[in-house]
């Protein structure tokens, strides 16, 4: 059975700080990853994802994740936070691509210092 | 593109009736949809797979008498929750599978619905 950890909780950083958020999974073949991001309310936004081939990949509002197989770990970086990117991150890896069902992590709440 | 709304955004109701939570995927059309649960702080739970035009699939622990899915079109999924009860206030999300090439298989979500029940 596919899972995900999420080791942090909680994050603080100041303003203008980089970022990195840690996701490992666990999963027999190659997994299909995910970074989304939720705001208090509101649904999940797609960060980016990672199917195959460059095991970096770029998503939106800045945010990137490298692919290391033997680490297991799809880690979620930004060089400089802003203060918007306050709110609940969430990893998750699916069986085969998107559709099929997705396994979250428990969450990284992340603080913003100004 | 890649939008997946919900109605209503909000529901408060009584204890003993049935509420009905709409998921509709906007620009695209959607065979397979997603209904997950979120208690407060938490992730979220996969509840049930809606596929359109047969019965739902609902994960190991879920009452399908109680959580009644419908996916009549390619375009709408349905969540009723039966004599809700206030152990059923939640926030209940969807989410839309896009197949498209463009989208390469990936879910996107609606913004919530949060129930809460009296």
């Known amino acids: 059975a596919q899972s995900v950890t999420q080791p942090d909780i909680h994050i603080t950083v100041s303003e203008g700080a980089s970022l990195e958020l840690r996701c490992n999974y666990s999963?027999?073949?190659?997994?299909?990853l995910f970074w989304y991001v939720q705001s208090p309310g509101q649904g999940l936004q797609l960060l980016l994802k990672?199917?195959?081939?460059?095991?970096l990949v770029q998503g939106i509002k800045g945010f990137e994740a490298e692919f290391k197989r033997s680490q297991s770990s799809f880690n979620l970086r930004k060089p400089s936070v802003h203060w918007s990117d306050a709110a609940e991150y969430f990893c998750?890896?699916?069986?085969?691509?998107?559709?099929?069902?997705?396994?979250f992590g428990t969450g990284t709440q992340l603080k913003v210092e100004l | 593109g890649a939008v997946v709304s919900q109605h209503p955004s909000w529901v408060i109701c009584k204890s003993g009736t049935s509420v009905k939570i709409e998921c509709r995927s906007l620009?695209?059309?959607?065979?397979?949809m997603f209904w997950y649960r979120q208690f407060p702080k938490q992730s979220l739970m996969l509840m049930a797979t809606?596929?359109?035009?047969?019965?739902?699939?609902?994960e190991q622990g879920v009452e399908k008498d109680k959580f009644l899915i419908n996916h009549a079109s390619l375009t709408l999924s349905t969540l009723t929750v039966t004599s809700a009860h206030p152990e059923d206030s939640s926030f209940y999300i969807c989410?839309?599978?896009?197949?498209?090439?463009?989208?390469?298989?990936?879910?996107?979500f609606g913004p919530g619905t949060r129930l809460t029940v009296l």
């Open positions: 989410s839309a599978r896009d197949v498209g090439p463009r989208r390469a298989d990936t879910q996107y």
């Open positions: 999963y027999g073949a190659t997994p299909y």
């Open positions: 990672y199917f195959s081939g460059d095991t």
């Open positions: 998750a890896v699916g069986a085969t691509g998107g559709g099929n069902k997705l396994t």
């Open positions: 620009d695209f059309q959607a065979t397979t």
């Open positions: 809606s596929n359109e035009g047969s019965k739902a699939t609902y």
